[in-house]
């Protein structure tokens, strides 16, 4: 049984028979869950009367879907609502901090223009305008564009690892704070079939394979890295939110089974991580797959497997 929280109760459902008898209504059930959690989150932020959200999760938790979802939710309630990316401030490449070992370290706040945000976020608060810069993700720099933005009296939400961070929140006590990330593991009975970590890493295997040009088996290794960030520079902060928002969708692991078994199975038998790959590739065995073309183009699910209406780095 796998529980999925809503506002107001929690429902339980038999996962495995609701997949194999009617996958139309579980991913149905699943998107309404989801919509319930931005309804919550947006009527909260509403009544907060906040001008600035600070959303942040760890890699592959849905912050930008789910940033862009309730600046949606925000907008039929008649709050005009913005979303700004803090990975437009990324300083390149070339600034980055590095590893012990010389390798780039992405996870590091370091690698943000904290003074430009910091600036940005100011004239934001004081007078709903500002300029942002614009990152070029192929160059890995800087562009030369830029980006004004008015929020019209509305909300402003800032997504990215950091927003939470000291540096950046700490400047705006009075600004609404949510922390995401999928968070629910998939239990039958009292056996843990998938755990809610295992759904990041499938998440970001299948995005990154297919939209980044990077192999499975260099985000296994990068996996690492990222986990050993999220501890120092994400979790710190989390118990800060205002909003805990859980982005795991029931019917999830059945529809990424398409796509990120085939990649699991062809990482070699050499490879570091093997026995975790193959642990991985044992769980996915008990989800009958679902069939990809069942969820929506505003689906949280479609930053991962494409064909969504929102835009993506």
Known sequence: MITIWVPKRLVEIDL?????????????????????????AAEKIRMSGAKIVMLTGPSASGKTTSAHCIAKALQKRGTPAQVVSLDNFF????FYPRL?????????PDTLDLPLI???LRELSETGKTTLPVYDF???????KAEPIDLQGGVCLV??????NDDIAGPHPEAAKLY?????????????RFKGTWMRLTRR???????????????????????????????PYKNRADIIFDSSLPYEVSVMKNFALPLLQAVPEENARRGELLELIEAFQWFEPIDPELVPVDSLLREFIGGGSYKYH
């Open 180 to 192: 995401i990330s999928a968070r629910s593991n998939v239990n039958d009975g009292a056996a843990l």
């Open 100 to 108: 012990p070992d010389g390798t780039l370290d992405y996870e590091n």
């Open 138 to 144: 192929s160059a890995e720099k800087r562009s030369d």
């Open 159 to 164: 997504e990215g690892i950091h927003a939470l």
């Open 91 to 94: 300083k390149g490449a070339e």
């Open 205 to 235: 295997a299948v995005r990154d394979y297919s939209f980044r040009g990077t192999g499975v088996a260099d985000t296994l290794e990068m996996w690492a890295n990222v986990r050993r960030g999220e501890k120092l520079y994400i979790s």
């Open 118 to 120: 910091k600036q940005c």
């Open 16 to 40: 495995y028979n609701v997949a194999a008898c009617s996958p139309q209504q579980l991913a149905q059930l699943s998107e309404h869950s989801y919509a319930q959690r931005v309804n919550y």
